[in-house]
């Protein structure tokens, strides 16, 4: 499985992106993809994840209301569109896929795992600035 993230540029604060991640293929037998970002000496911080059918979504507390994750599984494409950002949001992003208890996991404990999530794809670089 190979994931391409993108989308990732400079935009000035209370301003939008959207954030794409196309895989080769989503395993038959995954269900959950995520994203994650990491700024410069920062941990890793899940931001968002959905199910195999769109139908659940999670979202990290510092993006939710701004944050809108997507899926396209015509396409297998997942998106993030990330409006009023801060330059509290300036990291980079991935997007990875894991099994359900990714999801469920995050749902119950607040806070997704990086470690259940098996494949990743490389960054993409999103800079919030004046």
């Known amino acids: 499985v190979q994931l391409q993230a993108s989308g990732g540029g400079l935009v000035q604060p209370a301003g939008f992106l959207r954030l794409s991640c196309e895989a080769s293929?989503?395993?038959?037998?995954?269900?959950?993809v995520g994203w994650f970002r990491q700024a410069p000496g920062k941990e890793r911080e899940g931001v968002s994840s959905?199910?195999?059918?769109?139908?659940?979504?999670y979202y990290a507390n510092s993006v939710k209301g701004r944050f809108a994750i997507s899926r396209d599984n015509a396409k297998d494409a997942v998106y993030l569109q990330m409006n009023s950002l801060r330059p509290e949001d300036t990291a980079d992003y991935y997007c990875?896929?894991?099994?359900?208890?990714?999801?469920?996991?995050?749902?119950?404990?607040?806070?997704?795992?990086?470690?259940?999530?098996?494949?990743w794809g490389q960054g993409t670089l999103v800079t919030v600035s004046s």
């Open positions: 959905i199910t195999n059918s769109g139908g659940r979504t």
């Open positions: 990875a896929v894991g099994g359900l208890i990714a999801f469920t996991q995050a749902q119950a404990m607040g806070v997704m795992d990086p470690d259940l999530f098996d494949y």
């Open positions: 293929r989503f395993p038959k037998d995954y269900h959950t």
